[in-house]
């Protein structure tokens, strides 16, 4: 026959941990979607942290806000429209570089559809399309000028 002393602390032991595991039971639930809103937390703080820092060099590069950018007129940029200005213009995509403030290489990148020109660049894009043949030669003139004097300075 079993020691009854031994049977009512096993039966004792039991109901313990039953009741132990029906009161803990709540509270792992609510610990484990604790765990999923602190994660769901944290990645929206990296996103927000990974927002200001963009933002942070954009402003230190120069450029500017997007809000900022959103009260400025959209510019549409066309590889054909590129090419046609220029054509009509009557310069080389050397001069019309110039012009705008890259290379002549970069110009052939953008009429042959191998790159799309940055913010800064798009607004000078839309500058020039209202400038005609004799105005767009004289404004040339006046870069090479301004060249000039600045060699002369270096030298």
Same mark, same amino acid.
């Given at each position: 026959?079993?020691?009854?002393?031994?049977?009512?602390?096993?039966?004792?032991?039991?109901?313990?941990?039953?009741?132990?595991?029906?009161?803990?039971?709540?509270?792992?639930?609510?610990?484990?979607?604790?765990?999923?809103?602190?994660?769901?937390?944290?990645?929206?703080?990296?996103?927000?942290?990974?927002?200001?820092?963009?933002?942070?060099?954009?402003?230190?590069?120069?450029?500017?806000?997007?809000?900022?950018?959103?009260?400025?007129?959209?510019?549409?940029?066309?590889?054909?429209?590129?090419?046609?200005?220029?054509?009509?213009?009557?310069?080389?995509?050397?001069?019309?570089?110039?012009?705008?403030?890259?290379?002549?290489?970069?110009?052939?990148?953008?009429?042959?559809?191998? !790159? &799309?020109? $940055?913010?800064?660049? @798009?607004? %000078?894009? /839309? *500058?020039?399309?209202?400038?005609? =043949?004799?105005? !767009? &030669?004289? $404004?040339?003139?006046? @870069?090479? %000028?301004? /060249? *000039?004097?600045?060699?002369?300075? =270096?030298?």
């Amino acid at each position: 026959m079993p020691n009854i002393a031994v049977m009512l602390k096993q039966e004792i032991t039991r109901l313990a941990r039953r009741e132990t595991r029906s009161l803990t039971k709540s509270l792992s639930k609510a610990s484990a979607q604790f765990r999923k809103d602190i994660a769901e937390l944290k990645r929206q703080n990296s996103k927000a942290h990974a927002e200001i820092v963009r933002l942070q060099r954009q402003v230190l590069k120069g450029g500017t806000a997007p809000a900022a950018e959103a009260d400025t007129k959209k510019v549409r940029f066309t590889a054909a429209g590129v090419t046609s200005q220029r054509k009509r213009m009557g310069i080389s995509a050397a001069d019309y570089g110039k012009l705008i403030g890259v290379t002549a290489h970069t110009v052939y990148k953008w009429e042959h559809r191998a !790159a &799309k020109p $940055r913010r800064a660049q @798009l607004e %000078a894009l /839309a *500058a020039l399309r209202g400038m005609g =043949k004799t105005e !767009a &030669k004289a $404004r040339l003139q006046e @870069l090479g %000028a301004k /060249a *000039a004097a600045g060699r002369k300075k =270096k030298g």
